[in-house]
């Protein structure tokens, strides 16, 4: 029993790292659709959130039948717990992905305003903690878990810079609003998707301690 209660733990874990690498994809995909102004590209990252959506009702439905079935309590209960709401995270990390493309579509291709430095560099920055944080979750990792929570406040930063810049060039230039706070909305975007990492870090150090707050 123990063992087919594992594997069936194991499925779960590998379903949601599954679903972790589409997220992923749809945050690169997103952002170089805004980069390459690429009409369709963001119109493909809407269409394949429904990939990650499915992922997430399954997720949920196969946990809730293993609490069901099993009855697991203590550690076991935390980690199914944990990974059903990993899934949530990250189906709102595909939502985010989402509302950039949306603001690619908004954009259109009106030239943009300014070489884009700052949004790729937070992407980059945002893709590395959700890998870390979901690392740290298959290695039931507490301290990587504690340092890539810590790591937040690199995102608010960049986050902060580019909002004001962008409200420099809004002053500037009045034509240059629309677009300015389409930019404003991608970076928001981005940090939001930073702060569902962070999530990601306080449910690990519960899973892994049973007890719950900040991760740092």
């Known amino acids: 029993?123990?063992?087919?209660?594992?594997?069936?733990?194991?499925?779960l874990k590998k379903?949601?790292?599954?679903?972790?690498s589409l997220v992923e994809t749809a945050i690169h995909k997103s952002v170089d659709a805004l980069k390459n102004q690429d009409l369709e590209l963001a119109a493909k990252v809407k269409e394949e959130d429904d990939k990650i959506d499915d992922y997430e009702v399954e997720l949920e439905d196969k946990c809730t039948r293993l609490?069901?079935?099993q009855q697991p309590v203590a550690g076991d209960l935390r980690t199914i717990i944990v990974i059903s709401k990993l899934a949530t995270d990250l189906e709102r990390i595909?939502?985010?992905?989402?509302?950039i493309a949306?603001?690619?579509?908004?954009?259109?291709e009106e030239p943009l305003i300014k070489p884009l430095i700052d949004i790729p560099r937070m992407t980059d920055t945002v893709v590395r903690r959700l890998k870390e944080s979901l690392d740290s979750f298959v290695n039931l990792d507490v301290e990587m878990a504690k340092r890539v929570a810590r790591e937040d406040e690199e995102i608010d930063i960049?986050?902060?810079?580019?909002?004001?810049?962008?409200?420099?060039?809004?002053i500037?230039?009045?034509?240059?609003?629309?677009?300015?706070?389409?930019l404003t909305f991608v970076s928001r975007f981005l940090e939001r998707i930073g702060d569902h990492s962070t999530n990601i870090c306080e449910r690990v150090i519960?899973?892994?301690?049973?007890?719950?707050?900040?991760?740092y």
């Open 206 to 215: 519960y899973m892994a301690t049973g007890e719950r707050g900040e991760a």
């Open 15 to 20: 379903e949601m790292l599954k679903m972790g």
């Open 102 to 108: 949306e603001q690619v579509e908004r954009i259109g």
């Open 67 to 69: 609490i069901a079935l």
């Open 158 to 170: 960049l986050d902060e810079q580019i909002l004001r810049e962008l409200i420099t060039f809004m």
């Open 1 to 11: 029993m123990r063992k087919n209660f594992d594997d069936e733990i194991n499925k």
């Open 94 to 99: 595909g939502d985010h992905a989402c509302n």
């Open 172 to 182: 500037d230039d009045t034509r240059k609003i629309r677009q300015a706070i389409a």
